[in-house]
C-alpha cells in the first residue's frame, strides 16, 4: 500500500444571509443576499499538525463579508463578489485561491418601502474564483420555472425489457432551469445587462422552439446564450423533467414531482479560454 497524503482542500463560510437596505429619498431598495467563501492554499499544517497559524476563522469572514457589504451598495453581484474575493486573498497570506458565490433573491416592490417576495423561489446567482493575477467570473440562474403546453414531442428512443413508456407527439413540458455561465473576461463591468440578456435568450428559446426532447432544448437554449452574448465562453445547464400526466383527458394532469429526469449538459464556444468548472 501507498502512503497516506493530504488531497485537495478547501474551508469557508457558507451562506452568510444578508439583507442590504438602501434607503433612497424618495423610496427604498433592497437587496437581499447569500454569500458563501471558500479558501484554498497552503494550509497542510492546520490539517496536518492542528498549526491554526494560516487559518483566517470563518466567523472573521462572515464579519468581512457583512462589512463590506455595510462599506457601499452591493451593485450588481458580479462586483460585489469580486471585491469580496480580492479583499480574502490579501486578508489571509496563505491563501492561493479564494472562491465567493453571491446567491440573490427577488423581491418585487409593492410601493416606496413594502416588497413581496418572487414567485417561484427564482435566484439570480455568480461565482468568482481570485487568485494572484487572475480571476474568473461565472453567473447564472437556479429555479426559473418554465412550462409549455404544446410545442413538444418525446419518441423515438431506445427501449429495454423495463421500458413502459408510451411514445408521445404532444406533450407538457415543463422544467426549473438552473444555468451557469462564465464570462471570458472578468472585468466587463455590465453584468446585470449581461444577465437580463442571456435569461431573456433562454425564455425567447425555449417558448418558441419546438421540442424533440429535453436534451434538445437544452443545447438550443445553451447555443442561444453563446449566440447572444459574445464575452460567453461557455454556458452549462440543469434542467429537471417535472412530469406531467394526463388523468383521463388531456386537460386534466397529475403534477409527479419524483422521481424526475434530469437532463445536464455543457455548451461551450470552441477555442475559448479555459477556466474554473462550472459545477459550483
Request: hydrophobic letters at 40%; proline letters at 4%; charged letters at 25%.
Amino acid at each position: 500500500m501507498g502512503s497516506i497524503v493530504l488531497g485537495d482542500n478547501r474551508y469557508g463560510k457558507a451562506e452568510i444571509r444578508l439583507l442590504r437596505v438602501v434607503r433612497g429619498a424618495e423610496a427604498h431598495d433592497i437587496r437581499d443576499l447569500t454569500v458563501s467563501v471558500a479558501l484554498a492554499g497552503d494550509f497542510d499544517r492546520v490539517h496536518l499538525e492542528g498549526d491554526n497559524s494560516a487559518v483566517l476563522p470563518t466567523d472573521s469572514q462572515k464579519n468581512a463579508v457583512y462589512a463590506i457589504a455595510a462599506e457601499a451598495p452591493p451593485g450588481a453581484i458580479e462586483d460585489l463578489g469580486l471585491r469580496l474575493a480580492r479583499h480574502f486573498l490579501a486578508a489571509s497570506p496563505a491563501a492561493r485561491r479564494a472562491t465567493v458565490r453571491v446567491d440573490e433573491h427577488a423581491w418585487t416592490r409593492l410601493d416606496a418601502h413594502a416588497f413581496h417576495a418572487g414567485a417561484g423561489g427564482e435566484r439570480r446567482q455568480t461565482c468568482v474564483v481570485a487568485e494572484a493575477d487572475a480571476a474568473w467570473v461565472s453567473a447564472g440562474l437556479a429555479d426559473l420555472l418554465v412550462l409549455k403546453t404544446a410545442g413538444s414531442e418525446f419518441r423515438g428512443f431506445a427501449r429495454d425489457r423495463h421500458t413502459t413508456l408510451e411514445e408521445t407527439g404532444d406533450r407538457i413540458l415543463a422544467t426549473a432551469v438552473t444555468a451557469r455561465w462564465r464570462y471570458a473576461d472578468a472585468e466587463r463591468g455590465d453584468w446585470t445587462a449581461a444577465f437580463e440578456q442571456a435569461r431573456q435568450a433562454m425564455l425567447d428559446t425555449f417558448a418558441r422552439r419546438y421540442s424533440r426532447s429535453l436534451q434538445q432544448t437544452l443545447y438550443e437554449m445553451g447555443r442561444a446564450v453563446l449566440e447572444a452574448l459574445p464575452g460567453v465562453a461557455e454556458i452549462r445547464l440543469g434542467l429537471p423533467n417535472r412530469h406531467h400526466f394526463p388523468m383521463g383527458s388531456a386537460d386534466v394532469l397529475h403534477i409527479d414531482d419524483r422521481p424526475y429526469g434530469l437532463i445536464e449538459g455543457t455548451v461551450r464556444r470552441e477555442g475559448a479560454p479555459p477556466g474554473p468548472p462550472l459545477d459550483w
